[in-house]
Protein backbone atom coordinates (compact mmCIF):
# COMPACT_ATOMS: atom_id res chain seq x y z
CA UNK A 1 0.00 0.00 0.00
CA UNK A 2 1.59 3.18 -1.02
CA UNK A 3 2.02 5.76 1.83
CA UNK A 4 -0.38 8.30 2.61
CA UNK A 5 0.94 11.64 2.24
CA UNK A 6 0.78 14.45 5.00
CA UNK A 7 1.40 18.14 4.12
CA UNK A 8 2.66 20.98 6.99
CA UNK A 9 1.73 24.22 5.90
CA UNK A 10 4.38 26.34 8.50
CA UNK A 11 7.67 24.56 8.78
CA UNK A 12 8.44 26.63 12.37
CA UNK A 13 8.41 25.07 15.68
CA UNK A 14 5.50 23.30 15.56
CA UNK A 15 6.13 22.04 11.79
CA UNK A 16 9.27 20.99 12.34
CA UNK A 17 8.07 18.90 15.32
CA UNK A 18 4.76 17.43 13.60
CA UNK A 19 7.42 15.93 10.81
CA UNK A 20 9.93 14.75 13.47
CA UNK A 21 6.94 12.63 15.15
CA UNK A 22 5.33 11.99 11.88
CA UNK A 23 8.26 10.37 10.67
CA UNK A 24 8.97 8.42 13.98
CA UNK A 25 5.15 7.44 13.65
CA UNK A 26 5.70 6.07 10.09
CA UNK A 27 2.18 8.04 9.74
CA UNK A 28 3.33 8.91 6.05
CA UNK A 29 5.79 10.47 3.99
CA UNK A 30 5.86 14.35 4.82
CA UNK A 31 5.62 17.88 2.72
CA UNK A 32 6.90 20.72 4.71
CA UNK A 33 5.72 24.20 3.34
CA UNK A 34 6.70 27.98 4.10
CA UNK A 35 6.77 30.79 2.24
CA UNK A 36 10.63 31.17 4.20
CA UNK A 37 13.23 29.78 1.72
CA UNK A 38 15.40 27.13 2.59
CA UNK A 39 13.63 26.75 5.97
CA UNK A 40 11.36 23.80 5.04
CA UNK A 41 13.87 22.29 2.91
CA UNK A 42 16.84 22.53 5.80
CA UNK A 43 14.49 20.56 8.02
CA UNK A 44 13.41 17.87 5.97
CA UNK A 45 16.66 17.20 5.36
CA UNK A 46 17.75 17.15 8.97
CA UNK A 47 15.02 15.04 9.74
CA UNK A 48 15.54 12.64 6.99
CA UNK A 49 19.13 11.89 8.43
CA UNK A 50 17.91 11.11 11.46
CA UNK A 51 15.88 7.80 10.20
CA UNK A 52 18.68 5.48 9.66
CA UNK A 53 19.26 6.21 13.42
CA UNK A 54 15.58 5.43 14.51
CA UNK A 55 15.05 3.41 11.91
CA UNK A 56 11.72 4.45 10.06
CA UNK A 57 11.23 4.95 6.36
CA UNK A 58 9.44 7.81 5.12
CA UNK A 59 9.67 10.48 2.72
CA UNK A 60 10.80 14.37 3.60
CA UNK A 61 10.25 17.02 1.15
CA UNK A 62 10.75 20.84 1.36
CA UNK A 63 8.56 23.48 -0.23
CA UNK A 64 7.71 26.70 -1.26
CA UNK A 65 5.61 26.38 -3.57
CA UNK A 66 1.80 24.72 -2.91
CA UNK A 67 1.93 22.12 -5.80
CA UNK A 68 4.11 20.20 -3.55
CA UNK A 69 1.12 19.67 -1.35
CA UNK A 70 -0.60 17.76 -4.51
CA UNK A 71 -2.48 14.83 -3.32
CA UNK A 72 -1.72 15.06 0.49
CA UNK A 73 -4.52 12.80 2.52
CA UNK A 74 -3.80 15.39 5.65
CA UNK A 75 -2.75 18.84 5.89
CA UNK A 76 -1.87 20.41 9.57
CA UNK A 77 -1.87 24.24 9.58
CA UNK A 78 0.85 26.28 11.53
CA UNK A 79 1.42 28.89 9.27
CA UNK A 80 1.05 32.68 10.90
CA UNK A 81 2.81 33.99 14.13
CA UNK A 82 3.08 33.17 17.44
CA UNK A 83 2.45 35.32 20.69
CA UNK A 84 5.31 36.33 22.70
CA UNK A 85 4.92 37.67 26.73
CA UNK A 86 2.49 40.32 26.97
CA UNK A 87 0.37 39.52 23.92
CA UNK A 88 -3.01 37.51 23.97
CA UNK A 89 -3.66 34.98 20.76
CA UNK A 90 -6.13 37.13 19.71
CA UNK A 91 -3.69 39.94 19.02
CA UNK A 92 -2.61 37.61 16.05
CA UNK A 93 -6.42 37.56 14.89
CA UNK A 94 -6.00 40.04 11.77
CA UNK A 95 -2.19 38.75 10.64
CA UNK A 96 -2.67 35.55 10.57
CA UNK A 97 -6.16 36.03 9.27
CA UNK A 98 -4.26 37.14 5.82
CA UNK A 99 -2.16 33.80 6.41
CA UNK A 100 -5.38 31.68 6.87
CA UNK A 101 -6.40 32.97 3.33
CA UNK A 102 -3.44 32.50 1.09
CA UNK A 103 -3.47 28.66 2.90
CA UNK A 104 -6.81 28.12 2.25
CA UNK A 105 -7.01 28.85 -1.42
CA UNK A 106 -3.45 26.37 -1.99
CA UNK A 107 -5.08 23.51 -0.41
CA UNK A 108 -8.51 24.15 -2.15
CA UNK A 109 -6.32 23.85 -6.01
CA UNK A 110 -4.12 21.46 -4.56
CA UNK A 111 -6.02 19.21 -1.30
CA UNK A 112 -9.53 18.98 -1.36
CA UNK A 113 -9.92 15.49 -0.10
CA UNK A 114 -7.58 16.31 2.38
CA UNK A 115 -8.62 16.37 5.82
CA UNK A 116 -7.49 19.31 7.51
CA UNK A 117 -6.54 20.32 11.04
CA UNK A 118 -5.58 23.75 11.52
CA UNK A 119 -3.07 24.90 14.44
CA UNK A 120 -2.95 28.45 14.18
CA UNK A 121 -4.12 30.81 16.81
CA UNK A 122 -6.64 32.42 17.40
CA UNK A 123 -7.56 28.94 16.62
CA UNK A 124 -11.32 28.70 16.91
CA UNK A 125 -11.58 32.10 14.41
CA UNK A 126 -8.47 31.11 12.44
CA UNK A 127 -10.56 27.27 11.80
CA UNK A 128 -13.31 29.26 10.70
CA UNK A 129 -11.74 31.64 7.98
CA UNK A 130 -9.85 28.91 6.81
CA UNK A 131 -12.77 26.42 6.28
CA UNK A 132 -14.53 29.64 4.56
CA UNK A 133 -11.55 30.13 2.40
CA UNK A 134 -10.75 26.51 1.56
CA UNK A 135 -14.27 26.26 0.40
CA UNK A 136 -13.82 22.12 1.57
CA UNK A 137 -16.62 20.00 3.78
CA UNK A 138 -17.09 21.64 7.28
CA UNK A 139 -16.44 17.68 8.32
CA UNK A 140 -13.72 17.40 7.06
CA UNK A 141 -12.04 20.99 8.44
CA UNK A 142 -10.89 20.69 12.29
CA UNK A 143 -8.81 23.06 14.64
CA UNK A 144 -6.39 21.83 17.03
CA UNK A 145 -7.41 23.16 20.94
CA UNK A 146 -8.85 20.77 23.05
CA UNK A 147 -6.74 17.53 22.79
CA UNK A 148 -3.67 20.19 23.82
CA UNK A 149 -6.20 21.82 26.58
CA UNK A 150 -7.36 18.79 28.14
CA UNK A 151 -3.51 16.94 28.16
CA UNK A 152 -2.22 19.65 30.14
CA UNK A 153 -5.63 19.72 32.41
CA UNK A 154 -4.52 15.44 32.39
CA UNK A 155 -0.93 16.30 33.19
CA UNK A 156 -1.28 18.86 35.95
CA UNK A 157 -4.02 16.57 38.10
CA UNK A 158 -1.59 13.53 37.47
CA UNK A 159 0.80 15.19 39.21
CA UNK A 160 -1.86 16.21 42.10
CA UNK A 161 -2.38 12.85 42.51
CA UNK A 162 0.51 11.31 41.63
CA UNK A 163 -0.78 8.65 39.16
CA UNK A 164 -0.32 7.60 35.67
CA UNK A 165 -1.19 10.23 33.34
CA UNK A 166 -2.85 6.94 31.89
CA UNK A 167 -5.46 6.72 34.29
CA UNK A 168 -6.08 10.30 34.02
CA UNK A 169 -9.08 11.52 31.41
CA UNK A 170 -10.10 15.48 30.85
CA UNK A 171 -12.02 17.22 28.34
CA UNK A 172 -11.63 21.33 28.11
CA UNK A 173 -14.55 22.53 25.99
CA UNK A 174 -15.17 25.92 24.45
CA UNK A 175 -12.83 28.39 22.45
CA UNK A 176 -9.27 27.64 22.57
CA UNK A 177 -8.61 31.29 25.01
CA UNK A 178 -8.90 32.68 28.68
CA UNK A 179 -12.43 31.39 28.70
CA UNK A 180 -11.97 27.66 27.78
CA UNK A 181 -13.95 25.26 29.78
CA UNK A 182 -12.05 22.62 31.53
CA UNK A 183 -14.82 20.05 32.55
CA UNK A 184 -14.33 19.12 36.51
CA UNK A 185 -17.52 16.72 36.35
CA UNK A 186 -16.40 14.71 33.37
CA UNK A 187 -12.73 14.69 33.98
CA UNK A 188 -11.68 11.42 36.32
CA UNK A 189 -9.10 9.41 37.47
CA UNK A 190 -9.23 5.47 36.24
CA UNK A 191 -13.26 6.55 36.37
CA UNK A 192 -13.69 8.01 39.29
CA UNK A 193 -15.05 11.97 38.57
CA UNK A 194 -13.32 14.57 40.11
CA UNK A 195 -15.37 16.07 42.47
CA UNK A 196 -15.77 11.96 44.13
CA UNK A 197 -11.94 12.27 44.35
CA UNK A 198 -12.71 15.57 46.44
CA UNK A 199 -15.56 13.59 49.15
CA UNK A 200 -13.10 10.99 49.89
CA UNK A 201 -10.57 13.14 50.46
CA UNK A 202 -7.84 12.56 48.09
CA UNK A 203 -7.76 16.18 47.06
CA UNK A 204 -9.42 19.64 47.69
CA UNK A 205 -11.63 21.73 45.69
CA UNK A 206 -9.20 24.53 46.16
CA UNK A 207 -6.43 22.70 44.90
CA UNK A 208 -8.44 21.93 42.04
CA UNK A 209 -9.57 24.94 41.17
CA UNK A 210 -5.98 25.95 40.86
CA UNK A 211 -5.75 23.32 38.67
CA UNK A 212 -8.31 24.42 36.70
CA UNK A 213 -6.90 28.24 36.70
CA UNK A 214 -3.51 26.61 35.53
CA UNK A 215 -5.36 24.66 32.64
CA UNK A 216 -6.42 27.87 31.10
CA UNK A 217 -3.55 29.64 31.30
CA UNK A 218 -1.38 26.59 30.41
CA UNK A 219 -0.39 28.43 26.94
CA UNK A 220 0.48 31.89 28.48
CA UNK A 221 2.78 29.88 31.54
CA UNK A 222 5.22 28.17 28.48
CA UNK A 223 4.81 32.01 26.53
CA UNK A 224 6.58 33.34 29.61
CA UNK A 225 9.18 30.75 30.36
CA UNK A 226 9.91 30.86 26.38
CA UNK A 227 9.83 34.59 25.90
CA UNK A 228 10.68 33.98 22.08
CA UNK A 229 7.14 32.30 21.26
CA UNK A 230 5.26 29.61 22.34
CA UNK A 231 4.23 26.01 22.81
CA UNK A 232 5.28 23.28 19.67
CA UNK A 233 6.13 19.66 21.19
CA UNK A 234 2.55 19.20 23.38
CA UNK A 235 0.56 21.12 20.58
CA UNK A 236 2.39 19.18 17.83
CA UNK A 237 1.75 15.42 19.52
CA UNK A 238 -2.15 16.68 20.11
CA UNK A 239 -2.34 17.54 16.37
CA UNK A 240 -0.76 13.80 15.22
CA UNK A 241 -3.04 11.78 17.54
CA UNK A 242 -5.95 13.83 15.88
CA UNK A 243 -4.42 13.04 12.06
CA UNK A 244 -3.77 9.48 13.64
CA UNK A 245 -7.29 8.99 13.88
CA UNK A 246 -8.07 9.88 10.72
CA UNK A 247 -5.93 8.33 9.04
CA UNK A 248 -6.28 4.70 11.09
CA UNK A 249 -9.77 5.00 11.30
CA UNK A 250 -9.24 5.11 14.90
CA UNK A 251 -12.57 6.39 15.75
CA UNK A 252 -10.88 8.40 18.85
CA UNK A 253 -13.17 10.66 21.16
CA UNK A 254 -11.60 13.96 21.18
CA UNK A 255 -12.24 17.54 22.02
CA UNK A 256 -11.83 19.74 18.39
CA UNK A 257 -12.62 22.84 17.45
CA UNK A 258 -15.55 21.49 15.09
CA UNK A 259 -18.12 23.32 13.08
CA UNK A 260 -21.56 23.66 14.70
CA UNK A 261 -24.35 24.30 12.17
CA UNK A 262 -27.27 23.65 15.26
CA UNK A 263 -25.63 21.42 17.69
CA UNK A 264 -25.54 22.94 21.38
CA UNK A 265 -27.73 25.34 19.91
CA UNK A 266 -24.84 27.28 17.78
CA UNK A 267 -24.68 28.20 14.14
CA UNK A 268 -21.83 28.49 11.90
CA UNK A 269 -19.10 28.84 14.49
CA UNK A 270 -16.50 26.71 15.45
CA UNK A 271 -15.60 26.11 19.04
CA UNK A 272 -14.41 23.14 20.95
CA UNK A 273 -16.62 20.27 21.47
CA UNK A 274 -16.20 16.11 21.33
CA UNK A 275 -16.35 14.55 18.29
CA UNK A 276 -15.54 11.14 16.74
CA UNK A 277 -12.55 11.68 14.54
CA UNK A 278 -12.38 8.62 11.63
CA UNK A 279 -11.63 8.33 7.94
CA UNK A 280 -14.48 10.04 6.67
CA UNK A 281 -13.47 13.04 9.12
CA UNK A 282 -15.49 14.35 11.64
CA UNK A 283 -18.41 11.43 11.97
CA UNK A 284 -20.31 12.58 15.02
CA UNK A 285 -20.86 15.46 17.39
CA UNK A 286 -21.36 14.16 20.80
CA UNK A 287 -23.92 16.45 22.17
CA UNK A 288 -23.23 15.83 25.78
CA UNK A 289 -25.60 17.92 28.67
CA UNK A 290 -24.06 21.02 29.60
CA UNK A 291 -25.86 22.64 32.93
CA UNK A 292 -25.25 25.37 35.09
CA UNK A 293 -22.04 26.80 35.58
CA UNK A 294 -20.57 24.75 32.70
CA UNK A 295 -23.16 25.67 30.90
CA UNK A 296 -22.40 29.33 31.63
CA UNK A 297 -18.99 28.88 31.21
CA UNK A 298 -19.53 27.27 27.42
CA UNK A 299 -22.05 30.21 26.39
CA UNK A 300 -19.65 32.93 27.48
CA UNK A 301 -16.41 31.15 25.66
CA UNK A 302 -18.72 30.60 22.33
CA UNK A 303 -19.61 34.43 22.70
CA UNK A 304 -15.88 35.05 23.10
CA UNK A 305 -15.09 32.86 19.51
CA UNK A 306 -18.11 34.42 17.82
CA UNK A 307 -16.87 38.44 18.73
CA UNK A 308 -13.00 37.46 16.69
CA UNK A 309 -15.63 35.20 13.76
CA UNK A 310 -17.31 38.82 13.28
CA UNK A 311 -13.73 40.80 13.38
CA UNK A 312 -12.78 38.44 10.78
CA UNK A 313 -16.04 38.94 8.60
CA UNK A 314 -15.66 42.55 8.81
CA UNK A 315 -12.25 42.32 7.94
CA UNK A 316 -12.42 39.71 5.25
CA UNK A 317 -16.24 40.43 3.68
CA UNK A 318 -15.57 38.41 0.55
CA UNK A 319 -14.90 34.72 3.02
CA UNK A 320 -18.60 34.40 3.33
CA UNK A 321 -19.15 34.48 -0.41
CA UNK A 322 -16.71 31.62 -1.00
N1 LIG B 1 -4.04 25.71 18.60
C1 LIG B 1 -3.15 25.58 19.54
O1 LIG B 1 -3.40 24.92 20.56
C2 LIG B 1 -1.81 26.21 19.41
C3 LIG B 1 -1.60 27.15 18.43
N2 LIG B 1 -0.36 27.71 18.25
C4 LIG B 1 -0.23 28.63 17.12
O2 LIG B 1 0.40 27.95 16.03
C5 LIG B 1 1.03 28.90 15.16
C6 LIG B 1 2.43 28.43 14.80
O3 LIG B 1 3.25 28.37 15.93
P1 LIG B 1 4.83 28.06 15.78
O4 LIG B 1 5.05 26.91 14.89
O5 LIG B 1 5.39 28.06 17.14
O6 LIG B 1 5.29 29.41 15.04
P2 LIG B 1 6.61 29.64 14.14
O7 LIG B 1 6.79 31.11 14.01
O8 LIG B 1 7.74 28.84 14.68
O9 LIG B 1 6.21 29.01 12.71
C7 LIG B 1 5.27 29.61 11.88
C8 LIG B 1 5.76 29.42 10.45
O10 LIG B 1 4.76 29.92 9.58
C9 LIG B 1 5.44 30.46 8.44
N3 LIG B 1 4.54 31.35 7.72
C10 LIG B 1 4.21 32.64 7.98
N4 LIG B 1 3.36 33.10 7.06
C11 LIG B 1 3.15 32.09 6.17
C12 LIG B 1 2.37 31.95 5.00
N5 LIG B 1 1.64 32.97 4.52
N6 LIG B 1 2.38 30.76 4.37
C13 LIG B 1 3.12 29.73 4.83
N7 LIG B 1 3.89 29.80 5.94
C14 LIG B 1 3.90 30.97 6.60
C15 LIG B 1 6.65 31.18 9.04
O11 LIG B 1 7.65 31.38 8.06
C16 LIG B 1 7.06 30.19 10.13
O12 LIG B 1 8.05 29.29 9.67
C17 LIG B 1 0.93 30.24 15.90
O13 LIG B 1 -0.13 31.00 15.38
C18 LIG B 1 0.64 29.83 17.34
O14 LIG B 1 -0.03 30.84 18.07
C19 LIG B 1 0.68 27.39 19.03
C20 LIG B 1 0.51 26.46 20.05
C21 LIG B 1 -0.74 25.82 20.32
O1 LIG C 1 -0.53 30.22 24.14
C1 LIG C 1 -0.21 30.33 22.93
O2 LIG C 1 -0.03 31.41 22.36
C2 LIG C 1 -0.04 29.08 22.14
C3 LIG C 1 -1.19 28.21 22.45
O3 LIG C 1 -2.27 28.38 21.94
C4 LIG C 1 -1.03 27.25 23.55
O4 LIG C 1 0.11 26.87 23.89
O5 LIG C 1 -2.06 26.85 24.10
Known amino acids: MARDKIALIGSGQIGGTLAH ?53 VVIVTAGVPRKPGMSRD ?24 FVICITNPLDAMVWALQKASGMPAKKVVGMAGVLDSARFRYFLADEFNVSVEDVTAFVLGGHGDTMVPLVKYSTVAGIPLPDLVKIGWTSQARLDEIVDRTRNGGAEIVNLLKTGSAFYAPAASA ?68 LIDACKKIAPDLLGR
Do not use: C, H, W
Open 240 to 307: VAMAESYLRDKKRVLPVAAYLNGEYGIKDTYVGVPVVIGAKGVERIVEIELAGKDREAFDKSVGAVQG
Open 21 to 73: MIGLKELGDVVLFDIAEGVPQGKALDIAESSPVDGFDAKFTGANSYEAIEGAS
Open 91 to 114: DLLSINLKVMEQVGAGIKKYAPDA
